[in-house]
Each structure stands twice: as C-alpha cells, then as structure tokens.
C-alpha cells in the first residue's frame, strides 16, 4: 500500500515562514505530477500548488508570490516540498500532499490523501 507521508506544519505568526515536506517510497513517483491541497475548517478543500514531473510549478493566485513547490527524485523515494513564506492566518489549514497527472490543464490526484499535517497562522 503506497503511504505518503505530510510532515512540517506547526503554529506560526503571521508573516513567519515554514516548510512542508512529504515523501513517498518508489522511483515510479519521480515521473508523476504532485499536488499540495489545504483545507481549512469548514471549508472545502483547495489545490494551491502543483508541480510536474519535470519541475513546471502553478500556484493558486492565494498564495502566488508566497509559496514555493519544489521536488526531489532520489532513487527510491520522492520528496516533495512546500516552501511558505510570509503567511497569513488566512493560510490556516490542514495541508495534504498528493501525487497524480497533469490532464490539459487540470491537476487530478491518485494517490495520497494522507492526515495531512496542521498549519495554524495566528495573528
């Protein structure tokens, strides 16, 4: 069973930076898209950036300018990275890694779903 695992969030105040982590074990991944989703409570959740296979980035205009995706394919394990810099308590939220495919436009995750870890921003 593929297990991706979220890890980085904590409470921060407002303007301060944290970086998410998550990884995945398989070499397989490393030709897949991956996606950060957040949701916050009692809201749906939200793509809010996303990476190809081959390093093209797209972010949610909320966060654009704020955020970083980036990647690493080791040789077993993928490690995707969510840089967030001067965060807002808007950005309050349980953030989740995903791993899919680019169709067109449209990011479609496959795999991940996970617990996610906890951003919490205070003012």
């Known amino acids: 069973q593929v297990q991706v695992v979220e890890s980085g969030g904590g409470l921060v105040q407002a303007g301060e930076s944290l970086t998410l982590s998550c990884r995945v074990s398989?070499?397989?991944?490393?030709?897949?898209?991956a996606g950060w989703y957040r949701q916050p409570p009692g809201k749906p959740r939200e793509l809010v950036a996303r990476?190809?296979?081959?390093?093209?980035?797209?972010?949610a205009d909320s966060v654009k300018g704020r955020f970083v995706i980036s990647r690493d394919n080791a040789k077993s394990t993928v490690t995707v990275y969510l840089q967030m810099n001067s965060l807002k308590p808007d950005d309050t939220a349980n953030y989740y890694c995903?791993?899919?495919?680019?169709?067109?436009?449209?990011?479609?995750?496959?795999?991940?779903w996970g617990q996610g870890t906890q951003v919490t921003v205070s003012s």
């Open positions: 398989g070499s397989i991944f490393s030709a897949n898209a």
């Open positions: 995903t791993f899919g495919t680019i169709i067109g436009t449209n990011y479609e995750p496959n795999v991940g």
């Open positions: 990476i190809s296979a081959g390093g093209r980035t797209n972010y």
